[in-house]
């Protein structure tokens, strides 16, 4: 599933393609997305300009100057730039047509959004209620402090609650803990300032170099073989569970708390 590094690689992949160019058609042969893309979008941005090609959270903001395009690529979806003439698969359901490159999205699940939402994209339903971006100006350790006060539930949930903090899935909340070394069921509100700052430090970290990661692959978003740009990574926890901790070779652990499997090393995450 694209988690935040990988949207925002396909938003600095697909930018320097399209920002700044009148969009001649939006082609839609599928409409049936998890949403259904409204029957009049192509007549709302055919013509204009698109202004620019920006993230929030895991959706990307195409800005025209009417209003946003917001799409989620679901659980399968790539957005790539590829060569209008170039025939379209079976699961390529909307085209935005840049004269003779054609920003395309690909769905095999259809579990991808293209909806429309004029004016100020933040007041869209889906944008209005999200915490900040955790690697922008507004997460900080105090605000992490802040937010926790009193929290009783697991550490690893509020990482992952997008009203208090966008774009952290299960793999980089469960990345994130280990760099800081923070046990993922640990009562939120037993952090103090130390563990706080650390924890945000290594958030941001986790998530710079998954996008530096996907950096060396962004040609994979302009091009014909259709292969979705995500990248593995090395992860020190993430779906390891029995093989030896990177770190001090214990095996690492998997727990389910909240239909949600953890993964932890009991040596090198400690309840306090
Ligand atoms: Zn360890």
Redesign the pocket.
Known sequence: MPELPEVETTCRGIRPHVQGRSLSRLVVRNPRLRVVVAADLPARIEGARLDAVERRAKYLLLRFPAGTVIVHLGMSGSLRVVATAEPAGVHDHVDFVFGEAALRLRDPRRFGMVVWQPGEAAAHPLLAHLGPEPLGDGFDAAYLLRITRGLRAPIKHVLMDSRKLVGVGNIYASESL?RARIHPLEPAGQLGPRRCARLVECVRETLAAAIAAGGSTLRDFVGGDGRPGYFQQQYFVYGRHGEP??????P?RRIVSAQRASFY?????RRA
Do not use: L, N
Not at 245 to 250: A, I, Q
Not at 265 to 269: D, I, K
């Open positions: 280990f901790c990177r770190v001090c070779g214990t690492v090393c009991p040596r090198c995450q």
